[in-house]
């Protein structure tokens, strides 16, 4: 395995480690909206939130910078293509991170339009970072440039749109919902964890809406389930090393539901952190040894190969990387054990031992 | 008036036939600006709260903690917005200036993925524990969070700088004879460049000052009102600590920085100085009328200190000062047929713009230190309303640097590697852009808004009490209220 190659993986495990991160924030944002009553439920559904959610975030910068150092030009070439979605992506990022910090600030009039931005936010943000991913394997009009060594984008927005990329963003964004309904099911206490644990993590033939396990079962499952196919007929990889990531993904999102209803919710939580990873390897298997398919022809692809940057360069974000990422994992792992253990009544799976 | 120069000649580069090229600069330029109002007070701010937290920390002295949680909060107001307006200057460069990013990526991006693991993570990682960790932490850990705060945002800066300095002095790279893309041969040369070194000093001495002037405006505002004066008299004393020896030293550096800079960047120096002809000994012209164009390079008013500027681009007296025909002329034997020559108005002015206010906010805070050496500062009310108007001085000095900086580079936009037409992104268009800068101007607008009066609510609140049972515990801390 070439450097630039390894790096591709790790760009893909930066991203799992984003999405998993961030992926319970915005669940716990859309659970604001389907399972609160009132603003002071949403209160303190931010709060379950409110020590990590800057932390998690960073992780985007992290993997932007490392994307941007390692394969310039699937940097520059993804998101310019990509460049009206990311723009309402950002809008949305930024009307969120903003509403954490002025919801109880601002005069108690404004709560409720707070409440509603981060909700938009929280759905938007996944709908968005599910297309924009896996459309990298529907492929776009992508192709060498007019200058040697530059990619060029040959489409519009609406070249974003696939079958298969709608369903990465419906499928991200359901597996959120359900990842960031356990979460709150750990974390919370009294009526409101009652609501989301019996009507929303649990299948309930009562309530069948706003359950949020089917959803994620069916889109998570069938976006599993379908990407070692396109794999094969776009990006002619054989189904088989692409459905060993798809089937590991397909059985923790199917022991992430059984758990939820035998109420083991932690189990539960580590098992869709489980599917996160398994969608983004898939994904990520699916493309290798390509970053963007072209559909222009498969040969106009942007690959390791075209788009990787200089060896010493790859050499020097590796030390970096090998340093620096063990120390992060340990200082937010710390802050994660410190803050969470004792600022909720819940029990997380990584709760220090003298929570209550 | 620098101001309104700066601002018509700004107007003046505004076409009306917008193209993509100057929608895209415009959209950089306005973002990033409105992303400087932020960082600075967030470098300023964090040291000046880790230094009260451990003047409490060490004398037990409750009016340091009052403090600390005071400014705490405006500080997190301010990071926050900070932060989130950081995500969008990082996906820019993609977003529209794919071909830059192409074929600078290997050296840039690396120093902004350096920034993201080693500083940003940092602080961000530390300032939720600072918030959510009074009375859960140690008071050591605790204490110790907030200096990690700091380290990270300076390290931050440092990073961002040696990204910014490479592209005003490309350094440590070679051109792939294939490809025609830079790539790093020496990252030491990179994280040594000479411009950086000098970048970060003033940059941070300039976000020093932000902070200074801000604690001496809020203190000055609460003395006039009468207000909690026994707890702000220290943070007056403080502010003035900080404001007299730095404002000239941001002054010193910026004019060595300025010296540094005539070796790689001679048409920089040059423009900022409107001088058109190489001169020895070379005078600082202090004001001028005309004398920007290359068809009136004569100004029909100049009022000039001989020798000045040789002593201020050389260190001597009668150095030598290219002009921008001989540069312009070496520029076109070096690089081929083109105009080097950037938007001269805009760069005489704001170099102006920035020193001059600069000179002001040293006045002013002089001013306040005799003032307050003889102990007469608490009754002059007419210093106390200048330094809460003051407050806005160094924030506009900075962002006026920045203009500077970047116009004056033009039309360069990684010097002397890769031009600002030919990094821009191709399948972008002018439409395209004017949605995302509509967008984004009517948002930073509202957020802008909507930041400063809430920095104002907090700013003249009395500062939170402390309760002697609590003492460090939850009730008073500065974090978010949900």
Redesign the interface.
């Known amino acids: 395995m070439s450097l630039a190659e390894l790096w591709f993986f790790v760009i893909a495990g930066l991203w799992a480690t984003y999405l998993v991160l961030e992926g319970f924030d915005f669940g716990v944002g859309m659970m604001m909206g389907v399972a609160a009553r009132n603003e002071d439920e949403r209160?303190e559904m931010?709060?379950t939130i409110?020590?990590?959610w800057?932390?998690n975030?960073?992780?985007?910068?992290?993997v932007?910078?490392?994307t941007?150092?390692?394969f310039?030009?699937w940097?520059?070439?993804?998101?310019?293509?990509?460049?009206?979605g990311?723009?309402v992506l950002?809008?949305a990022?930024?009307?969120r991170?903003?509403s954490?910090?002025?919801?109880?600030?601002?005069d108690p009039r404004w709560r409720g339009l707070w409440s509603t931005i981060n909700i938009g936010a929280s759905v938007a943000a996944p709908l968005i970072w599910g297309l924009v991913l896996s459309v990298l394997l529907a492929g776009l009009p992508v192709a060498g440039?007019?200058?040697?060594?530059?990619?060029?984008?040959?489409?519009?927005i609406l070249d974003f749109i696939t079958p298969y990329s709608v369903l990465g963003a419906l499928s991200l964004t359901a597996l959120f919902a359900f990842h960031g309904a356990l979460f709150l099911s750990l974390r919370l206490e009294g009526p409101l964890a009652e609501r989301i644990r019996e009507r929303i993590v649990k299948l309930d033939a009562r309530h069948l809406l706003p359950n949020l396990t089917l959803p994620a079962l069916l889109l998570a499952g069938g976006f599993l389930i379908a990407t070692p196919f396109v794999a094969h007929s776009v990006n002619a990889r054989s189904i088989v090393p692409v459905a060993i990531p798809a089937a590991l993904g397909l059985i923790a999102l199917i022991a992430a539901v059984i758990n939820a209803q035998r109420g083991e919710f932690a189990r539960a939580f580590i098992c869709t952190i489980l599917t996160i990873v398994g969608w983004v390897a898939t994904l990520f298997i699916g493309l290798f040894p390509r970053i963007i398919v072209s559909t222009l022809s498969l040969g106009d692809s942007v690959t390791i190969q075209n788009a990787q940057?200089?060896h010493?360069?790859l050499v020097?974000?590796t030390v970096?990387?090998v340093v620096?990422?063990p120390v992060?994992i340990l200082?937010?792992w710390w802050?994660f054990r410190?803050?969470m253990a004792?600022?909720g009544r819940g029990k997380m799976p990584w709760s220090a031992p003298d929570s209550n | 008036m620098p101001l309104c120069a700066i601002l018509s000649a700004a107007m003046d580069s505004l076409p009306l036939a917008a193209d993509a090229l100057t929608l895209a600069r415009w959209q950089f330029a306005t973002t990033t600006l409105y992303h400087f109002i932020f960082v600075p007070l967030t470098l300023g701010l964090a040291p000046v709260i880790a230094y009260m937290q451990t003047k409490w920390y060490r004398t037990r002295d409750e009016s340091w903690l009052r403090l600390t949680k005071f400014f705490g909060t405006l500080l997190l107001i301010n990071f926050a917005i900070g932060a989130a307006t950081g995500l969008l200057q990082e996906f820019q460069f993609g977003m529209n200036w794919s071909s830059y990013s192409q074929f600078v990526g290997d050296v840039f991006g690396s120093t902004l993925a350096l920034e993201g693991l080693i500083a940003f993570m940092l602080e961000s990682t530390f300032i939720g524990i600072w918030v959510f960790g009074w009375g859960r932490l140690s008071e050591r850990m605790h204490l110790a969070s907030i200096w990690l705060v700091v380290a990270g945002t300076w390290l931050s800066t440092t990073f961002i700088l040696m990204a910014n300095s490479w592209m005003q002095n490309p350094v440590g790279y070679s051109i792939d004879a294939a490809t025609g893309q830079a790539r790093m041969v020496d990252l030491w040369a990179v994280l040594t460049n000479p411009i950086a070194i000098w970048a970060v000093a003033h940059t941070l001495l300039a976000s020093l000052m932000v902070a200074s002037f801000l604690l001496l405006g809020i203190a000055c505002w609460h003395i006039l009102k009468g207000r909690n004066v026994d707890l702000f008299r220290p943070v007056v004393k403080l502010s003035l600590y900080m404001a007299i020896p730095i404002s000239t030293l941001t002054l010193l550096v910026g004019s060595e920085f300025g010296v540094a800079l005539t070796g790689p960047q001679p048409m920089k120096i040059a423009s900022a100085e409107a001088l058109w002809n190489s001169e020895q000994p070379a005078s600082f012209s202090l004001f001028q009328i005309g004398g920007f164009s290359v068809d009136d390079q004569e100004p029909s008013f100049s009022l000039d200190i001989p020798y000045l500027l040789s002593f201020l681009a050389t260190n001597t007296f009668t150095g030598k000062v290219e002009g921008m025909n001989q540069v312009q002329a070496s520029a076109q034997a070096k690089y081929g047929p083109g105009n080097y020559i950037p938007d001269v108005k805009l760069a005489y002015w704001s170099m102006r713009g920035m020193a001059y206010i600069g000179s002001l906010s040293a006045t002013i805070a002089l001013l306040g230190g005799f003032l307050y050496w003889r102990g007469t500062l608490e009754k002059s009310r007419w210093f106390l309303k200048t330094a809460v108007a003051g407050i806005s001085l160094p924030f506009i000095t900075a962002l006026i640097g920045w203009v500077f900086t970047e116009t004056a580079r033009q039309p360069w936009v990684a010097y002397g590697v890769l031009k600002t037409a030919d990094g821009l992104s191709q399948s972008v268009g002018p439409g395209e852009i004017i949605a995302s800068l509509t967008a984004f101007m009517l948002l930073y607008i509202a957020i802008g808004i909507t930041a400063f009066v809430l920095l104002r609510r907090y700013a003249i609140l009395d500062p939170p009490q402390i309760l002697p049972a609590e003492d460090a515990k939850s009730e008073s801390e500065p974090a978010p209220v949900y």
């Open positions: 209160s931010i709060e409110a020590p990590v800057d932390a975030e960073v992780w985007l910068l992290v932007g910078g490392l941007f150092a390692s310039p030009a940097y520059g070439t993804w998101l310019e293509g990509a460049y009206l990311l723009v950002i809008i990022l930024l009307l991170v903003i954490f910090e002025w919801r109880g600030r601002v440039g007019g200058r040697v060594g530059e990619m060029r984008y040959f489409g519009n940057s200089s010493y360069t020097v974000m970096a990387a620096m990422v992060i200082y937010q802050g410190t803050l004792r600022l």
